[in-house]
């Protein structure tokens, strides 16, 4: 990890990610925070410090069961800041957020900011968002007693901004399934008139599906 110092791309992503309207509050310490590919930024043991919005990259969230194998839980995390939880509640985190590639985001330090957060309505409501998404993600995803075609349709519905699949790699670990069943959910639901490709391997919502 490493802090990028330069304010004037700092200010430009501000703005063009829309980071700067979840917040009402001026003079706030952000900042700019480079991690390389497959850096872990949070593990047991390794709670976040930050909240983190990520303008450039993926991550991807797992677990270590007793016997040590890997467990994924999701692969990017879309609009939704990491750091959340740890806002909210302290404490040490369940699993661990690796970097799927070189990573760039906007950090904001909690306890430096914590005061002027807990008076902020706009950050508070946003804050509300990103914890409703993560729990539509682990309860409605991540269960595999629902179908994939029920996970994609929820993801696409109800927890991506933009209702778009951006690629299958992203859907592998996010639907927990196999490349083979989550390019023939694909298909049957291109052919259903439910998604429609805008290009290979990006698929979005049709209208009237939500």
């Known amino acids: 990890m490493k802090y990028i110092h330069d304010e004037k791309l700092l200010e430009r992503l501000l703005i063009q990610e829309g980071i700067i309207e979840h917040f009402e509050t001026s003079g706030l310490d952000f900042r700019l925070v480079e991690y390389e590919k497959g850096e872990l930024i949070c593990a047991p043991g390794r709670p976040l410090e930050d909240i983190l919005f990520t303008v450039r990259g993926t991550v991807q969230v797992y677990g270590l069961r007793e016997d040590g194998k890997w467990l994924p839980v999701s692969q990017g995390m879309g609009r939704t800041a990491m750091g959340a939880i740890e806002f909210v509640q302290p404490g040490l985190p369940v699993f661990y957020t690796e970097a799927v ?110």
């Open 101 to 210: 590639e070189d990573l760039l985001c906007v950090s904001l330090p909690i306890e430096r900011n914590r005061e002027a957060l807990e008076r902020d309505c706009v950050f508070l409501m946003y804050l509300l968002k990103c914890i409703n998404s993560m729990v539509v993600t682990y309860t409605l995803i991540g269960h595999r007693e629902h179908s994939v075609e029920e996970r994609v349709l929820t993801f696409l519905r109800d927890v991506q901004p933009d209702h778009t699949l951006h690629s299958i790699n992203q859907g592998l670990l996010q639907f927990h399934c196999s490349r083979r069943q989550l390019q023939r959910v694909v298909k049957r639901l291109r052919d259903e008139g439910k998604l429609k490709k805008l290009k290979k391997g990006v698929y979005v919502l049709e209208e009237g599906q939500g």
